[in-house]
């Protein structure tokens, strides 16, 4: 599969978290989160959170740990989304999927915004919490993510090789912040949370398209 003429990037949070995003007009990375008052629900593994705060260090930016960005996914519908819909027992959040958004941005506007304020940027072509993984901050090297894989709506399972669940959880990462004015669209799987976003951004100059999408739920 050839690279999209356009991609885009997509963060999953909790729609507690939205009131303080929009506050704030930004989305801010794990380690700029640490300290701040915990009133907000957290849907990540908090083992793994903790190894991107404190381990994983990017090869393309060795003064950055993973932690010191925010992450985004290549698709909808991600592999992490499934962990929390299946309600893993190693998450602390067990609330499943419906009061999760999905926020999306334009990959090559989130770039350029990082380039024009000099704040560090780079795709991995896996799942940046683990142990191993390869990351890039060349445009030139966007052929080297598996975009099959990324699209592919089965995973796992008998006949399917581990290299799709894997190519599937590819990141792209931004240092330490994410513009609100960056989000072009909001993604939900019900009418009751689409209707406590859009009550929420009435007053909010910079509003994105709101959507009702179940295809990118599980």
Not at 28 to 40: F, I, L, N, T, Y
Not at 94 to 106: N, P, V
Not at 117 to 136: K, Q, V
Request: proline share 5%; with cysteine; net charge neutral.
């Amino acid at each position: 599969m050839t690279i999209p003429v356009q991609p885009k990037i997509y963060h999953i949070v909790h729609v507690d978290r939205l009131p303080s995003i929009v506050g704030d007009q930004y989305l801010w990375s794990d380690a700029k989160m640490v300290g701040r008052s915990p009133q907000e629900t957290t849907i990540g593994m908090s083992h793994i959170k903790q190894r991107r705060l404190n381990e994983l260090r990017l090869n393309s930016h060795p003064h950055l740990h993973v932690g010191n960005c925010v992450p985004f996914y290549f698709c909808p519908r991600s592999i992490m989304l499934y962990l929390i819909y299946k309600k893993n027992p190693e998450l602390q959040y067990q609330s499943g999927q419906d009061l999760i958004l999905h926020l999306e941005a334009d990959f090559h506007a989130t770039v350029l915004w990082a380039k024009q304020n000099n704040y560090c940027w780079t795709f991995t072509l896996s799942n940046a919490g683990a142990r191993i993984f390869e990351d890039y901050n060349d445009l030139t090297q966007l052929h080297r993510i598996n975009w099959q894989a990324v699209a592919a709506e089965q995973w796992s399972g008998k006949g399917i090789a581990s290299s799709i669940s894997e190519g599937k959880q590819a990141e792209f990462l931004v240092e330490c912040k994410f513009p609100w004015h960056l989000v072009e669209r909001i993604g939900t799987c019900s009418q009751l949370v689409y209707q406590r976003i859009v009550g929420m951004l009435a007053s909010i100059s910079h509003q994105p398209q709101v959507e009702i999408l179940p295809r990118w739920y599980y």
